[in-house]
């Protein structure tokens, strides 16, 4: 990672001091040292810029920065112009799983929901261990798909944080190598998305403060249109596909013969935005307290999906695969679909329990 504005990295570490949250998304032993003795050390630099100014925080941070190492690389490639000294990402419990810029002096401060990435990795990690993938049998069947799945989504609802459901089995093998690939690429969609914001140049149409369980952050608002532009331009920074090389790297022989890159770089933004309309759906039907934190500056996911649908159909009009790239994101959009009904009842009964 280059350097970063010093003033950015101020900002955020104190949003996280003053709101109690060092502990939570710093940790309070990462290499041997506590949070307070990591925090001192950063900001002990005085030079105007740091280098690598959240490296080592938490583990949970190091995925972060790798996502955005990425992302910042493809808009390389693209001839996108932006100040990486002037953007700086962090984790925050926002409740929302999109990301956001709140305000900062020097630049952008980019926001990304702590429990966004683990919602992202154990849904989908439920869905592969459901489905009959590879040649391989289903691990889960319905009835502990269905508790799997109202396990996390009582967590984020409820807590904001979807770690704290039951644990989960490791995959292995190329369910594995294609879990890998779908996370990193609608993580890398939520981050490209406040990346297409700053290198469209768009302007701050307002603010809303979100709210959730235990949290309370100010973040800026855009117009719908400009929610459309920065959509589009996220999904570009998937689809070049760089990022891909290094996760390919487990099983690359494997990855290039089923064409997984290509559908897991169709699948992550559209994942992304499918999970955010379900989170609405299914508080629609349960009326969480706390959830959503706020009414959204973005369109309606449905509205998203619908717009960004044809722009990745494009990208793989004319290349030949051997698997259709979009036939997985309309796989898991019905996978929700029949568990929908029975799903919300056991999510009902989680949070009733744990009320």
Do not use: C
Not at 143 to 168: E, I, K, M, N
Not at 226 to 249: H, K
Not at 262 to 276: H, I, R, W
């Amino acid at each position: 990672m280059s350097t970063r504005s010093r003033k950015l990295v101020t900002t955020y570490l104190a949003l996280v001091q003053r709101d109690g949250f060092s502990g939570r998304l710093i940790g309070p032993a990462v290499g041997g040292h506590n949070t307070a003795e990591r925090v001192g050390a950063l900001l002990a630099a005085t030079e105007d810029h740091v280098a690598d100014p959240l490296r080592r925080l938490s583990s949970a941070q190091d995925l972060l920065d790798r996502r955005v190492e990425e992302v910042e690389a493809a808009a390389h490639s693209l001839d996108l112009s932006f100040d990486p000294r002037q953007i700086v990402a962090g984790l925050y419990p926002l409740g929302d799983l999109n990301a956001w810029t709140t305000p900062a002096a020097g630049g952008d401060l980019i926001v990304m929901s702590s429990g966004a990435m683990g919602l992202v990795s154990l849904t989908l990690k439920i869905n592969m261990m459901s489905a009959q993938m590879f040649g391989e049998p289903p691990i889960l069947d319905r009835p502990q798909t269905l508790a799997a799945l109202a396990d996390v989504f009582a967590a984020h609802l409820r807590h904001g944080d979807p770690w704290r459901s039951a644990p989960l089995p490791p995959l292995t093998g190329h369910r594995e190598v294609m879990l890998d690939l779908l996370v990193n690429a609608s993580v890398r969609f939520a981050i490209g998305h406040e990346y297409g914001h700053i290198v469209a140049k768009h302007p701050h149409a307002g603010r809303t403060t979100l709210t959730s369980v235990d949290s309370k952050v100010e973040v800026h608002t855009r117009s719908a249109e400009d929610e459309f532009e920065a959509d589009r331009i996220g999904a570009q920074l998937v689809l070049t596909e760089q990022w891909l090389a290094a996760a390919a790297e487990q099983d690359p022989q494997f990855v290039r013969r089923h064409g997984l890159a290509a559908a897991a770089a169709a699948t992550g933004p559209l994942y992304f935005l499918l999970l955010d309309l379900v989170l609405h759906e299914l508080d629609g039907e349960l009326k969480v307290v706390g959830y959503p934190p706020a009414p959204s500056g973005h369109p309606p996911s449905g509205q998203r999906w619908d717009a960004l649908w044809p722009v990745i159909e494009q990208e793989y009009a004319r290349a030949p695969m051997p698997v259709p790239p979009l036939d997985l994101p309309g796989g898991l959009m019905r996978w929700f679909e029949h568990l929908f009904l029975d799903l919300v009842p056991a999510i009902a009964e989680r949070l009733e329990a744990r009320g």
